[in-house]
């Protein structure tokens, strides 16, 4: 059974600096997924991570995966205030279709 | 292209009752799956179905139900409502099982709060 564990749970951190959040999962994962989700919002899909060694960016925000290590990091550079919020890490498991197995969360404030 | 919807957005229930939520993918889209919030237990998965099959099923009782229908929307019941049911229901939106670029696209959620 998949486990997806993510830390820090919750970070403040200062506008302009850099974070980053790690996302350890159990077990082989077919697809590593990263998501924002704002007070009282759905889920924004930020990126999807297939491979080893993966590496997105978009903006701000930049997500790896290592499947050796079994983990995916979302970093953070030069934070602004917009970039508040909650973000999750989701894996699959091969033969279960679809199905997502988050973490738990971590909640973002960037103060100015 | 329109991204997936969510009916109603939000509901009020009383203890006892049943429920019934609905969902339309991405046009195009064949896998739906559901997915209940809360601040206690997180994203937890619900069950998904694909061509009108339920494919997969989490760890819920049986009063949980749902069903997808031949043009891929999906509805999801809750019978006999409990107070702990109250949670944001979100669906999610997928081309295929598995393969492809792997996106998956959430809806607005319903947010159902049981009295």
């Known amino acids: 059974e998949l486990k997806v564990e993510q830390n820090p749970l919750f970070l403040s951190m200062q506008e302009g600096k850099n974070y980053t959040i790690y996302c350890n999962y159990s077990t082989t994962s077919d697809r590593l997924y990263w998501y924002r989700q704002d007070p009282g919002k759905s889920l924004e899909s930020l990126f999807v991570?297939?491979?080893?060694?993966a590496v997105k960016q978009e903006g701000r925000l930049m997500a790896s995966l290592d499947t050796k290590a079994r983990l995916s990091t979302l970093h953070i550079t030069a934070a602004v205030h917009d970039l508040s919020a909650t973000y999750f890490c989701?894996?699959?498991?091969?033969?279960?279709?679809?199905?997502?197995?988050f973490g738990g969360g971590t909640r973002l404030m960037v103060k100015p | 292209k329109a991204g997936v919807t969510q009916t109603p957005r939000y509901l009020i229930k009383t203890r006892g009752q049943q429920v019934t939520l609905s969902c339309s993918p991405i046009s195009g889209h064949r896998s739906v799956s559901w997915y209940q919030q809360t601040p206690g237990q997180g994203l937890q998965f619900l069950f998904e179905?694909?061509?009108?099959?339920?494919?997969n099923k989490g760890n819920f009782p049986g009063r949980f139900s749902g069903r997808q229908f031949s043009n891929s929307r999906s509805e999801m019941n809750v019978s006999t409502l409990e107070l702990g049911d109250s949670a944001l229901y979100l669906c999610?939106?997928?081309?295929?099982?598995?393969?492809?670029?792997?996106?998956?696209?959430f809806g607005p959620g319903t947010r159902l709060t049981v009295t």
């Open positions: 999610a939106s997928s081309l295929a099982l598995t393969g492809g670029n792997g996106e998956q696209y």
């Open positions: 179905y694909f061509s009108e099959t339920q494919r």
């Open positions: 991570l297939l491979s080893n060694g």
């Open positions: 989701a894996g699959t498991s091969r033969f279960a279709g679809n199905m997502l197995t």
